[in-house]
């Protein structure tokens, strides 16, 4: 069974940086594409990167594109997703989240194993 571990969520100042990492376990780590969303209170999880099994693809939502960069080591079985020039607005629980597919997808229907998630706070 799959199983995916979050860290690195914390409280930063607007304009900070977060690293957030998420360590896959169970199965075979470089056959499955990976994804991150986010979660506000009281909202559906919603899409914010996704990258394909070798790392040669990714797409991010329209809002955090050229502030985060989401990216994966096979070798250590682990997805990051860096956030910078953070906005109060980026506040949020973060979820890693794995589908057995080459095809990166920003639904999240699409994604069948999902970490417990991290809390991200940004104060202004």
């Known amino acids: 069974q799959v199983q995916l571990v979050e860290s690195g969520g914390g409280l930063v100042q607007a304009g900070g940086s977060l690293r957030l990492s998420c360590v896959f376990s169970g199965r075979t780590f470089s056959s499955y594409t990976m994804g991150w969303f986010h979660q506000f209170p009281g909202k559906e999880r919603e899409f914010v990167a996704t990258?394909?099994?070798?790392?040669?693809?990714?797409y991010y939502e329209d809002s955090v594109k050229g502030r985060f960069t989401i990216s994966r080591d096979n070798a250590k079985n682990t997805v990051y997703l860096q956030m910078n020039s953070l906005k109060p607005e980026d506040t949020a629980v973060y979820y890693c989240a794995a589908r057995f597919s080459p095809v990166t997808s920003s639904s999240k229907d699409d994604y069948r194993y999902w970490g417990q998630g991290t809390q991200v706070t940004v104060s202004s």
């Open positions: 990258i394909n099994r070798s790392g040669g693809s990714t």
